[in-house]
């Protein structure tokens, strides 16, 4: 678990980043946020997630989980706005 806040909307770039602030990923990490970018594409939107972090110790690992459950939830988000 982790304790987040979310810096002001980016209505220009369509944006929201959130900022961790406390829980286990401080613990392993010196620092980490997420930014979601949704850009307009036809009908639908393209959906970006970035993950900005810094390392405590370089053989701490990757992140590799959150980006698949950044995948997941982008796809459970686009299966349910398709259907509406």
């Given at each position: 678990m982790s304790k987040e806040v979310m810096e002001p909307i980016d209505d220009k770039n369509h944006s929201l980043t959130y900022k961790v602030i406390g829980g286990?990923?401080?613990e392993l990490y010196k620092s980490f946020k997420f930014v979601v970018q949704a850009t307009p594409k036809g009908e639908g939107?393209?959906?970006r997630w970035t993950l900005e972090?810094?390392?405590l110790n370089v053989d701490d690992p990757e992140l590799n989980t959150m980006l698949e459950f950044a995948i997941g939830l982008t796809k459970d988000m686009d299966a349910h706005l398709t259907h509406e």
């Amino acid at each position: 678990m982790s304790k987040e806040v979310m810096e002001p909307i980016d209505d220009k770039n369509h944006s929201l980043t959130y900022k961790v602030i406390g829980g286990l990923l401080l613990e392993l990490y010196k620092s980490f946020k997420f930014v979601v970018q949704a850009t307009p594409k036809g009908e639908g939107s393209l959906v970006r997630w970035t993950l900005e972090y810094e390392k405590l110790n370089v053989d701490d690992p990757e992140l590799n989980t959150m980006l698949e459950f950044a995948i997941g939830l982008t796809k459970d988000m686009d299966a349910h706005l398709t259907h509406e």
